[in-house]
DNA sequence: GGTATAG
DNA sequence: CTATACCAACGCAGC
DNA sequence: GCTGCG
């Protein structure tokens, strides 16, 4: 049953995968461990130093899910790098596993880990995260078309504002905006501009777009810009992450270009990958090459908002 | 999926 | 040795 | 303090 591939030196143990995961597709559970070993090298940057969340389907898709973010030390193998984080909910330490090599993909997977979700932050620099997240959830009745529109009105927004921005489907209804950033700002800093840069938008198009509905069924045919995710020990699905979805979905990198009505939730998927990587190549490498400073831009949605606000009075 | 404990 | 039990999340808005 | 939400 259980065999052990050789990585970096290391013994890793892989189990069952023989296992189906998807049995609407037939994927098993070594399908899924040959992509992520096949993808290391593309994936491996974006994990790398974070702590890291795992969603774990060990019976595949139609089976019970859990996350895991607390690793037992009777269940850390050597190889495994974990850290410490003190959670204020838990009033106990988090021993998070945090990204570094193959083996440590490996381990994760082979626990059935189908997503994996980063932190925003490095160990490095925990209070302060190199990227910002536009979290764009459509709500019931909102198509993936919706989406689309609210994500090209950011994108006009946060090129006026002189801002990079990169975009990647999340593989299961919605999209996922990166902004990279110097590691010099707080979760509530970002936070606050991801929020500002929303409230314009549903400013022009509140009947597409919401940002302070809290109720699920306020939301109704709208798009749900989900700017508090942006805060410390929070997560989304990590770049190149499968989806426990028909098809295989996986989040992947797009350009501004595709980013139209031929766009496909699961159109980049375990069938489709390799042609798509092979074709384009990486398209988040700016995430992790190109930080920049906010602080102009920040500075400028705060007084767009005083300005609107005067004039109310 | 892995581990501890009971039988 | 095999069967079974048990575990594997949290941050926070809003009420 | 508890529920809803992601
Ligand atoms: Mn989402
Ligand atoms: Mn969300």
Not at 215 to 230: E, F, H, P, T
Request: aromatic content about 10%; charged content about 25%; glycine content about 6%.
């Amino acid at each position: 049953m259980d065999q052990f591939l050789q990585i970096n030196g290391n013994q890793v143990r892989v189990s069952n995968l023989e296992k189906i995961y998807w049995p609407g597709d037939g994927f098993r559970k070594g399908d899924l461990l040959k992509y992520y070993i096949e993808m290391s090298s593309l994936i491996l940057p974006y994990i790398q130093d974070r702590p890291l969340v795992m969603s774990r389907y060990p019976e595949g898709i139609t089976g019970e899910m859990f996350y895991h973010k607390h690793l037992a030390e009777n269940q850390t193998p050597p190889y495994i790098k974990t850290q410490r984080i003190y959670s204020k909910e838990r009033e106990d330490d988090i021993n998070y596993i945090i990204g570094s090599g193959i083996e440590t993909l490996v381990f994760m997977v082979n626990l059935g880990a189908i997503e994996l979700h980063p932190w925003f932050s490095r160990v490095q620099t925990l209070d302060h995260p190199d990227w910002a997240i536009f979290d764009l959830d459509p709500a019931e009745g909102a198509t993936f078309e919706d989406t689309i529109m609210v994500a090209q009105l950011i994108h006009k927004v946060l090129t006026d504002l002189k801002v990079k921005h990169y975009p990647k489907t999340s593989g299961a209804t919605g999209l996922h905006i990166y902004v990279p950033v110097e590691p010099i700002y707080s979760y509530e800093e970002l936070q606050e501009f991801v929020e500002l840069v929303g409230w314009i938008v549903v400013q022009v198009i509140p009947d597409k777009a919401t940002i302070y509905d809290r109720k699920v069924k306020d939301r109704a045919g709208k798009v749900y810009v989900d700017y508090l995710q942006n805060i410390k020990g929070k997560t989304i699905t990590g770049v190149y992450s499968v989806r426990p979805q028909p098809k295989a979905p996986i989040s992947t990198p797009v350009l501004w270009d595709e980013v139209n009505s031929s766009l496909k939730p699961d159109m980049y998927n375990l069938q489709t990958i390799g042609k798509r990587i092979e074709e384009v190549g990486d398209l988040f490498k700016p995430v992790l090459k190109e930080k920049q400073k906010i602080t102009r831009a920040l500075n400028l949605l705060r007084n767009e908002l005083l300005d609107v606000t005067r004039k109310q009075y």
